[in-house]
């Protein structure tokens, strides 16, 4: 016999115990305040009077700072999740930032694989630009591979698909230090691009947990990860469109933004120029003086990390740096397989 009892079942019954026993019938949903409405007040001294409109939207509770209707234009931010004073930068991409020293990017395009993530993120990059934009592979997967080596030499970094609460605040929540923004082509974007990366009051992202709270992941930084993610993450936007362009100082120039990226392949997709030519050169130059003159850093492929006042790169993907590791190892001795005359590896006829 199955001598199990369902808990929810297991707690009816008692209730109904406890009514027969003082000789009443339990009504449906009994309400435990319902015979004594000031039993939650000890322990919600400022809740509003049971059954009763409180008033609180146009009046505050004596000893609140924001006081009159409430106003979100004049709405005075608590200290709650201020940083300590004098906190110091835990991001090391940032505080390579914040000196100019030059930054790079490793990126891993189509992989899911924790192994070959964590064996790009302690290959020397800065920071791991994981694709999202271009692939298809889901933040679950994402997630692995970040949770596999949080504390690897490269922070975990992310171009998300484009501007979009959801992307960005799946990015955040799973441990980004990096956020990469593809076609920014309006103050708007750039704006709400600034707003999912950024809790408040800087931005708008939601609190909503997630493994960057983890202890073993961001949870244990000093000062609190809530409290100091705002200082520590590096949000780069990218200006890959005439539009964006064309905005590019008011781009750059927002508050929470690092860095503003060159794209220098859809710059030419969005232009019809190629690299080189005056036109496509103007808009990299546009770029660039967005950049310097908002005091942030530019950005650009690895293959300008000559080109001046650049300081932040994307470096190749995970099969392009396995290629040229092997390259590296093997010397004169790579790409000399034997050439046999019949199967499927004979020259084709």
């Known amino acids: ?41 000890a322990q919600f001294p400022l809740a509003a009077p049971a059954g009763k409109d409180s008033g609180a939207i146009t ?26 004073p004098n906190s110091k930068i835990w991001n090391p991409v940032m505080i390579k930032m914040m000196k100019g020293e030059k930054v790079t990017g490793g990126t891993v395009f189509s992989t899911d694989s924790p192994e070959t993530y964590c064996a790009m993120a302690n290959a020397g990059y800065d920071f791991i630009w994981t694709e999202m934009q271009h692939d298809s592979r889901d933040w679950g997967a994402v997630a692995r591979m ?6 690897a030499k490269a922070v975990p970094g992310v171009r998300v698909a484009y501007t979009d609460e959801r992307e960005i605040q799946h990015a955040m929540d799973n ?35 997630g493994q960057a709270f983890d202890p073993d992941v961001w949870g244990s930084v000093p000062g ?30 927002i508050p929470g933004v690092t860095g503003v990226f060159a794209a220098s392949g859809d710059l030419g997709n969005f232009s019809g120029y190629k690299q080189g030519t005056p036109d496509y050169e103007r808009l990299i130059n546009i770029v660039h003086d967005a950049a310097i003159g908002a005091g942030k ?27 040229r590791g092997v390259a590296a190892e093997l010397g004169s001795l790579k790409d000399t397989q034997g050439k046999p005359e019949v199967g499927p590896y004979a020259p084709k006829k």
């Not at 970040?146 to 504390?151: D, L, N, T």
């Not at 650009?300 to 790169?313: I, L, M, Y």
């Open 146 to 151: 970040w949770k596999a080596c949080p504390h």
């Open 224 to 253: 609190g990860y809530r409290n100091t993610i705002n200082d520590n993450v590096v949000l780069i936007e990218m200006i890959e469109t005439l539009d964006g362009a064309k905005d590019a100082r008011e781009i750059a120039g």
């Open 297 to 323: 850093r530019l950005c650009g492929p690895f293959a300008w990390r000559d080109r001046p006042d650049f300081t932040c790169f994307q470096a190749g993907s995970e099969t392009a740096a396995i290629a």
């Open 59 to 84: 009046k505050a509770p004596p000893g609140a700072v924001n006081q009159g209707m409430l106003d979100l234009a004049k709405w005075k931010y608590g200290p709650a999740f201020d940083a300590p």
């Open 175 to 209: 441990g980004a230090l990096v956020i990469v923004v593809p076609t920014v082509r309006s103050v708007a974007e750039g704006k709400a691009a600034r707003d999912w990366t950024m809790f408040p009051p800087l931005g708008k992202r939601s609190q909503g947990g």
């Open 1 to 41: 016999m199955n001598r199990r009892f369902p808990v929810a079942a297991l707690t009816t019954a008692l209730g109904l115990v406890v009514f027969q026993a003082q000789g009443q019938t339990p009504p449906p949903n009994a309400d435990p305040y319902a015979n004594n409405p000031d039993a939650g007040k």
